[in-house]
């Protein structure tokens, strides 16, 4: 059995590490909607090292000393906006995504009511992702270069109330 990776909040020494992974998790989505310039493959060093700085929640995931995913959240009045989730292509289907999803859920759930985010409506393995941690499809739009995303949210449950 192997052990599951160490998830951690990122710090710019990640940011070279989470650009390379990012952009290795995101060629076959840029091949499958034959769009090489998705935002995550546009990205530069500069825009993750700003993210980092910002207040942002930037999870990383490291299998012994390698960097094998990250996972974003920005938190604007009572929703986490959930992005760029990537895992190493040769890491993929071992439940890291699971993971890096579930940790940044726990870092933002005392924050927000509602988690949001999205992906091409065309991609099976993200649309299982969403839909098996507990994310329901509320929409669709088309990206800036006419790519249909599927819109996901996933509303925190709130205990009921004991004071009444």
Same mark, same amino acid.
């Given at each position: 059995?192997?052990?599951?990776?160490?998830?951690?909040?990122?710090?710019?020494?990640?940011?070279?590490?989470?650009?390379?992974?990012?952009?290795?998790?995101?060629?076959?989505?840029?091949?499958?909607?034959?769009?090489?310039?998705?935002?995550?493959?546009?990205?530069?060093?500069?825009?993750?090292?700003?993210?980092?700085?910002?207040?942002?929640?930037?999870?990383?995931?490291?299998? =012994?000393?390698? &960097?094998? /995913?990250? #996972?974003? $959240?920005?938190? +604007? !009045?009572?929703?986490?906006?959930?992005?760029?989730?990537?895992?190493?292509?040769?890491?993929?289907?071992?439940?890291? =995504?699971?993971? &890096?999803? /579930?940790? #940044?859920? $726990?870092?933002? +759930? !005392?924050?927000?009511?509602?988690?949001?985010?999205?992906?091409?409506?065309?991609?099976?393995?993200?649309?299982?992702?969403?839909?098996?941690?507990?994310?329901?499809?509320?929409?669709?739009?088309? !990206?800036?270069?006419?790519?249909?995303?599927?819109?996901?949210?996933?509303?925190?449950?709130?205990?009921?109330?004991?004071?009444?």
């Amino acid at each position: 059995m192997t052990t599951p990776p160490l998830i951690a909040p990122a710090t710019p020494a990640d940011a070279g590490e989470i650009l390379t992974v990012q952009r290795a998790a995101y060629v076959t989505e840029a091949q499958h909607y034959a769009d090489p310039l998705l935002p995550p493959l546009t990205e530069t060093l500069e825009e993750i090292l700003a993210a980092l700085a910002a207040e942002e929640t930037v999870l990383v995931a490291r299998s =012994g000393h390698r &960097l094998v /995913g990250s #996972v974003r $959240a920005r938190v +604007a !009045d009572d929703t986490a906006h959930v992005g760029r989730l990537s895992v190493a292509p040769d890491q993929q289907g071992r439940g890291i =995504g699971t993971l &890096l999803l /579930g940790a #940044v859920e $726990a870092a933002c +759930a !005392d924050r927000v009511s509602r988690f949001a985010l999205f992906t091409g409506a065309a991609s099976e393995g993200n649309l299982r992702l969403y839909r098996r941690n507990g994310y329901e499809i509320v929409g669709h739009r088309p !990206d800036a270069n006419g790519i249909t995303l599927a819109v996901f949210e996933k509303r925190l449950v709130t205990p009921a109330r004991t004071d009444a």
